[in-house]
């Protein structure tokens, strides 16, 4: 037996972008942050917090929920399954990626902070 499964509470880096592919089929990326807080040593050191960036992908119709409410800055719950990606870029070089492909989304940011964005 194998297992991927990812979960994920972060915050939303920037507002996401959403496009359509063939048969109208949405496609949602974004950036969530997730944070690991600082802490000191028993001899004083003091540890940073530590930020990780992740790129999120979702299908159908989480991509149209992200579409509609998800905003810069909005906590989000993720949970979903790493993908590793190669492409060639612009300049013809190969080039690596890690993804987060969402099955289940939840929006924790609370709805009195989201109605006074729109």
Same mark, same amino acid.
């Given at each position: 037996m194998s297992m991927n499964k990812v979960m994920? =509470?972060? /915050?939303?880096? #920037? @507002?996401?972008e959403i496009r359509y592919v063939e048969q109208g089929v949405a496609v949602a990326r974004l950036r969530l942050a997730t944070t690991e807080r600082g802490y000191t040593l028993q001899n004083g050191t003091q540890v940073p917090d530590h930020t990780d960036w992740h790129t999120v992908i979702l299908w159908r119709k989480l991509a149209e929920i992200v579409e509609k409410y998800v905003h810069k800055g909005d906590k989000l719950y993720i949970e979903g399954r790493i993908?590793? !990606? !190669?492409? @060639?870029?612009r300049q013809g070089q190969r080039r690596s990626a890690t993804e =987060?492909? #969402?099955? /289940?989304?939840?929006m924790l940011t609370p709805k009195s902070q989201d109605e006074s964005r729109s």
């Open positions: 994920l =509470i972060g /915050n939303v880096g #920037a @507002d996401p993908r590793y !990606t !190669t492409y @060639d870029d =987060i492909w #969402a099955d /289940n989304m939840e």
